[in-house]
């Protein structure tokens, strides 16, 4: 039931907020429904605590397109749960980081796809229905597509189709073996009824050949690998990320490739596991050639938000190699990681824009010496990186250890390789860092001001996310691992 | 107990917060007080927490808060582990550290970021107090990490510097190529033993041996080379004197680069059962010990002295540790932070009479302008030299014995680092406060001595440094040896010296003979006859150059990592994302682009063209179908 409303909320919001009544107020209006999805999703996870797993209020299952047998099916537990509130949450910072007149005119449609974007990908992380996923997923792309398109960066046409062509031609893959999974699932059963459910996809998977599901593997692999994404399917990332406008950068990193990961998760790993171990040391490699070669690009850019989208990449190639390694740590790892680098790459891209709000450019060489101008700005920045360098009591290091853990039960030079981005992480962070903020004035026409209270209280938010799960990471993992357990029994 | 010790840990925590939050609206002397009270009480609750210890059977407490990282078979508390060796390491960082909070209220008084140093510092001691409390490996890390992150930040305190900022970011990076080590040992501890925590580690026959005991004593040693400064990855501790001189004392010298010596021992569980691991230990840090120690007896900065004679005192530690000697060396660690404390603090206070100036070249003279300064520094020169019966002459024998037993000519370089150890601190005392001042006659009028709150805490650190050798009389003078006592619960293979009593006079009398001569020598090259420091690089002979330059390390791993990293990073840059992959796909889109003007072409509107395709293409499927 609480999955429905999660649903329904940025829904109403979208249509509410293309209604001319509305949009005069628009930010006041869109916060209003983020800020209640935010509780509603709270409500949700203190549920998990109280309420029996299978509870109506956390669990629906209806009938919904009878010819295809598709369910309205969502589940609010789990990495699902955890997603969720990453979802919910993660709007909040975007909607208040968003300035006045940011979106001109027509910030209202800002707001409508934003909700769109939420609504679509809350459907994505809760539904248990492939048919229904599919759907979610496409249509979170429309709204994203939309926001660069019209809110871009000079040669936004270009890039976004290109974003959209990429990821688009991903999903086509995803499709097509979801209806192959479909077809198989009719052998589950005397009378031949076909299914979309995911335990159904689980059994079917399992009755395929090696072939079979080596097929499935990789067409599935395909559609959420350039997602996330994978190397070396991630070309379209770095340009997208820089083009789009901020808050759109932040929808992508802290939430959409999720969508991918969740993907890999959950709708990859347990449907062909045999496939999946068969082709391990494939995929563990391009993921783990992503995670350095992304951190060797972070090293040399100019740019603090493609900087970013490199750093990005190179941590989201963790994860996604800890989803392949396949077992109980790395799914845990891969389960925190997935949260706490939504929060703090949310939470360094709100550092971009704060960055270009107060001095009007994110190049790292063109500003320096701020913790001189504002301390309490700096503080916060060094804070949210450290999360993201994954020090020890933030979030970060709980997924990144137990990620690392796992890798290197499959083999220890593994775990040295990706364990290389630790270092490496820490250099080109450390160094834009200093570079940024340290230093005495750059004596430029830039003034660094005091924070605005709507940018102080969202990297409150941020930081304190980053440090009470980092202390007490158990408040997510003790849902995500009992999840993790199931589909890997 | 469990209160006792979360209160330990907690308050410097809570004095960091409030100072952190608060500091810039309250007094100065307010954050003082907040600052050092915090530890302090810290250190109260520190000796109730070894009392009660005492009371306890096999002096082992161990507490669980929470679960903290849980995964699997994995499940590591947040909990907290007294024994014999974290009671003695918790006096230390809470007992130097009172001293040093306290020192620095003075040293630190007209600084600008005064309520943010004392944040940082109290943060410090927080993360230290973890490291050597947590119950889990994992939980030592939080400490190991954290203690460098504090390292960071006040190695680059006065940030609007970018040398001392370049100097951090290299503590931190090269400190984190350490820690991956110690995040590999974890996993293959995990993996191989199904636990991180000590409780089951120590529990007999769950760690026996295999080639993975090795690999891990190897890694985890990886780590302790990052974070106590040895051989690869010494070089930032030197550059790291770039912080305020109290920092030194306290994080670079006392407590923070000592915490590989606590994790070797602690871990002496995987050491005992690998031999080779014991070995790479020993031999790795006795050159570190001479190596280090040759290129302080060339330097002219103050504090670089010092850091290098750290380095190699680290050295002599982790020497003693490859030879079994694990309380020796625990006892070398608790002299050491005594009269090293007592070094950097005496050099503080040097460097706040001199207005700043650091250079011995322009010192000279000062043991009458700054009396107490002096006395106290020549107690820790003493000390730290080998003399009987200073405290740091009885660590360094015990540890020196026992190498011996062991090995030879690792015997042989620790009595040669030793005696260059006695010639470069007597060089130092003698260029800053014997003979004539060379600073000018302005500054001379300025000389001063520094205040009470600076000069108790140096007074207090060189009476424990002249007594402190009474925690371990060696057993040769019929007495007993406490710490060598105390210590032996936590180590599961203990080496017993096997030496015959005239063996260990001949060693004894050796050592004391080689620090005396190597004295004697200092004492007539720049007190008979005067000889100073040149003034000019050019001067130096080639060999001269080589040791002043460090050996041209920084140089070397600038060539060989930084700038093929860099380089690598554009290659990846310039070529694979700009010119290959953009090349890939505007090649697709290019193919695609002429495939559709090719298809265009066929669409040319003819309806009996299209009619004639429909036909053909219905045949073909109905004859496939067929």
Request: proline share 3%; net charge neutral.
């Amino acid at each position: 039931m609480i999955g429905n409303i999660l649903i329904l909320i940025p829904l109403i919001g979208f249509f509410a907020l293309l209604t001319p009544a509305f949009r005069s107020n628009a930010r006041r209006y869109a916060l209003f429904f983020v800020g209640i999805e935010f509780l509603v999703a709270l409500i949700g996870y203190f549920l998990n605590y109280s309420a029996n797993n299978n509870a109506f209020l956390l669990k629906v299952d209806y009938n919904w397109i009878n010819a295809i047998n598709a369910h309205w099916h969502l589940h609010l537990t789990g990495v699902s749960l955890s997603l969720a509130l990453l979802n919910a949450l993660i709007f909040v910072v975007i909607f208040l980081s968003v300035e006045k007149n940011q979106y001109g005119e027509k910030s209202y449609l800002f707001y409508a796809l934003g909700l769109l974007m939420q609504m679509a990908m809350m459907g994505v992380f809760l539904t248990k229905d492939a048919f229904s996923f599919y759907v979610f997923w496409e249509l979170a792309l429309i709204p994203i597509y939309l926001i660069g398109l019209m809110w871009g960066a000079e040669g936004k046409e270009k890039i976004t189709l290109q974003f959209f062509l990429y990821t688009f031609f991903g999903s086509i893959f995803m499709l097509a073996a979801f209806i192959y999974l479909y077809q198989h699932t009719a052998l589950l059963n005397e009378q031949g009824r076909k299914s979309w459910d995911i335990l159904d996809f689980y059994q079917a998977g399992k009755l395929l050949t090696p072939t079979q599901q080596t097929i499935v593997f990789w067409m599935l692999f395909l559609g959420f690998a350039v997602k996330i994404p994978i190397f070396p399917l991630h070309s379209w990332q770095p340009d997208t990320y820089t083009n789009m406008p901020i808050q759109g950068t932040m929808m992508l990193s802290g939430l959409m490739l999720k969508m991918g990961l969740y993907g890999l998760m959950f709708w990859l790993m347990p449907v062909v596991p045999y496939a999946a171990n068969e082709w391990k040391n494939v995929t563990l490699l391009l993921s783990i050639t992503g995670v350095i070669y992304a951190s060797l690009n972070a090293l040399v850019q100019t740019d603090f938000k493609r900087l970013l989208a490199y750093a990005s990449m190179a941590h989201v190639g963790l994860i996604a190699a800890g989803i392949l390694a396949f077992n109980k740590q790395t799914f845990d790892g891969a389960a925190t990681q997935m949260f706490a680098h939504g929060v703090y790459v949310a939470g360094l891209f709100y550092i971009v824009h704060l960055f270009e709000k107060h001095t009007g450019t994110r190049l790292i060489s063109q500003l320096g010496g701020i913790r001189n101008l504002n301390g309490q700005f700096s503080n916060l920045f060094l804070i949210i990186l450290l999360g993201s360098i994954a020090l020890p009591l933030t979030h970060g290091f709980a997924g990144e250890f137990l990620i690392l853990t796992g890798i290197s039960k499959i083999g220890l030079m593994w775990a040295v390789i990706a364990g290389l981005s630790v270092i490496l992480g820490a250099v080109y962070m450390l160094r834009a860092y200093q570079k940024m903020m340290l230093g005495d004035v750059v004596k430029t026409n830039y003034t660094f001001g005091a924070l605005d209270k709507k940018d102080k209280w969202s990297l409150f938010l941020i930081v304190f996310f980053i440090l009470f799960l980092g202390i007490y990471p158990q408040a997510l993992n003790l849902f995500t691992s009992l999840n993790i357990n199931e589909i890997l029994k | 107990m469990a209160s006792i010790l979360l209160l330990i840990v907690l308050l410097p925590l809570i004095g960091s917060i409030i100072n952190g939050i608060l500091g810039k609206n309250l007094s100065k002397h307010l954050v003082g007080y907040i600052a050092s009270g915090s530890v302090g009480l810290s250190f109260v609750l520190s000796l109730i927490a070894f009392i009660q210890l005492q009371q306890i059977p096999d002096r082992i407490s161990n507490v669980d808060y929470y679960r903290w990282i849980v995964s699997g078979m994995l499940d590591i508390p947040m909990g907290f582990w007294l024994d014999s060796l974290s009671s003695l390491y918790i006096l230390v960082i809470t007992g130097v550290g009172f001293l040093i909070h306290i020192y620095s209220i003075g040293y630190m008084h007209e600084d600008e970021g005064f309520s943010r140093y004392f944040s940082y510092l109290n943060l410090f001691v927080f993360f230290m107090l973890m490291l050597v409390l947590g119950n889990s490996y994992a939980t030592m890390f939080v400490g190991w990490e954290g203690v460098g992150l504090c390292s960071y930040l006040l190695i680059g305190f006065w940030f609007k510097n970018h040398d001392y900022n370049n100097a951090a970011k290299k503590a931190f990076i090269m400190n984190r190529i350490g820690d991956l080590g110690f995040i590999l040992a974890m996993t293959l501890m995990f993996n191989s033993f199904g636990s991180l925590n000590y409780i089951d580690l120590l529990e007999p026959g769950v760690v026996t041996y295999s080639s993975t005991v090795t690999l891990i004593a190897l890694l985890l040693f990886l780590g302790a080379t990052g974070k106590s400064a040895q051989i690869p990855l010494y070089t930032w501790l030197p550059d790291a004197m770039a912080g305020p001189t109290p920092v030194s004392a306290l994080i670079h010298a006392a407590t923070m680069v000592t915490a590989g010596i606590y994790m070797v021992v602690r871990s002496n569980v995987f050491y005992s059962l690998s031999e080779t691991a014991m070995n790479v230990v020993a031999v790795i840090s006795g050159i570190t010990a001479l190596w280090a120690a040759i290129i302080a007896t060339l330097q002219f900065d103050i504090k670089k002295i010092l850091a290098y004679s750290t380095v190699s005192q680290l050295g002599l530690m982790f020497l003693g540790l490859g030879a079994g000697a694990y309380s020796s060396s625990v006892f070398h660690v608790i002299t050491h932070a005594f009269f090293k404390a007592l070094l950097f603090l005496g050099a503080g206070s040097v460097i706040h009479a001199m207005g700043g100036e650091q250079d011995i070249r322009k010192m000279g003279g000062l043991s009458k302008k700054i009396p107490i300064t002096y006395f106290t520094m020549l107690i820790a020169t003493i000390a730290i030299s080998g003399i009987p019966p200073f405290s740091g002459f009885f660590s360094k024998d015990e540890i020196l014995a026992h190498v011996y037993e062991n090995n030879k000519v690792l015997w042989l370089i620790g009595v040669i680092a030793s005696m260059l150890t006695a010639f470069y601190m007597f060089r130092m005392l003698f260029l800053t406060f014997w003979g004539y001042f060379r600073g000018g006659s302005e500054l001379y009028k300025h000389l001063h001595e520094s205040p009470a709150v600076m000069t108790y805490p140096l007074i207090i650190l060189a009476v424990l440094s002249a007594i402190g050798g009474l925690l371990g009389l060696p057993e040769l003078l019929g007495t007993k040896n406490w710490i060598g006592h105390y210590l032996d619960n936590v180590i599961i293979v203990k080496s017993y010296l096997g030496l015959s009593h005239e063996t260990e006079w001949i060693l004894m009398g050796i050592a004391v003979a080689g620090a005396g001569a190597s004295i004697y020598f200092a004492y007539q090259l720049f007190v008979v006859n005067g000889m100073l420091p040149v003034e000019d690089e050019k001067e130096l002979k080639w060999w001269q150059k080589v040791i002043y330059h460090k050996f041209y390390v920084d140089e070397l791993y600038d060539n060989t990592i930084r700038k093929p990293l860099d380089f690598l990073g554009k290659v990846c840059w310039k070529f694979f994302e700009n010119i290959l992959f953009k090349g890939i796909i505007d090649g697709i889109s290019n193919t695609t682009m002429f495939l559709g003007e090719w298809i265009r072409k066929i669409h040319i509107g003819n309806i009996a063209y299209y009619i004639m395709a429909m036909t053909i293409s219905i045949i073909v499927i109905l004859m496939m179908t067929k």
